[in-house]
């Protein structure tokens, strides 16, 4: 069973690194409104939209303009975000990014590296949490009250605990609205009949 958690923390650097940053969210929210202002009619298919978006800003990396539309426009997130731009966010998956560990560094101990550049992350606490840089499958830096924030998307897989040897029948439940678990660890996904409580 996979388990997927986020982290989010301050990300920082130099005022080069700091500028470009910024100039990247700059240039991202003005594609999430040129994106937005073609209509719904547009956001189904990522090809024709992404192809759109390349002509309108070829100074924005290429992978970069894929994982805005994708997660913005492309996916059934479009059906919840209809009233304005989504605000503008640098997606970058595990293919191009990569968390390093260095403990002698004294500035930071974690550093995220994409666009051939090391970002000082600050958020010690929950940074440790992450035990294998290898589990990390997404980061999203974005800007809050002027200040840069980076989330980290962790997935690991648990393997399911032996179950227990219980003399009684009676077992304790956990429920939410997508997924059961049992005191006997064993978990059900319910995520197929999730409709069925929305009609109710």
Avoid at 146 to 154: H, R
Avoid at 172 to 188: A, C, P
Wanted: charged share 30%.
């Amino acid at each position: 069973m996979k388990i997927t958690k986020s982290f989010t923390v301050r990300i920082d650097g130099n005022k080069s690194k700091i500028n470009y940053l910024h100039q990247q969210l700059s240039d991202i929210q003005k594609l999430s409104e040129f994106a937005y202002s073609l209509g719904k009619e547009n956001w189904k298919k990522l090809t024709p939209l992404y192809n759109r978006c390349r002509e309108e800003f070829p100074s924005l990396k290429s992978k970069i303009v894929q994982n805005f539309l994708r997660f913005h426009f492309t996916t059934s997130n479009w059906k919840k975000k209809t009233k304005k731009p989504p605000k503008a966010s640098i997606l970058v998956d595990y293919q191009s990014c990569g968390l390093l560990c260095n403990e002698n560094t004294k500035l930071s101990n974690y550093w995220i590296r994409f666009h051939r550049k090391n970002f000082p992350l600050f958020g010690k606490i929950l940074l440790k949490k992450i035990q294998d840089p290898k589990e990390l499958k997404l980061i999203q830096i974005f800007k809050r009250k002027n200040k840069l924030y980076c989330k980290l998307t962790v997935s690991k897989e648990v393997v399911s605990l032996p179950k227990p040897i219980r003399d009684s029948k009676s077992i304790g439940l956990d429920i939410n609205s997508k997924r059961i678990v049992l005191s006997n660890n064993d978990f059900y996904d319910l995520k197929r009949h999730y409709h069925r409580k929305i009609e109710h």
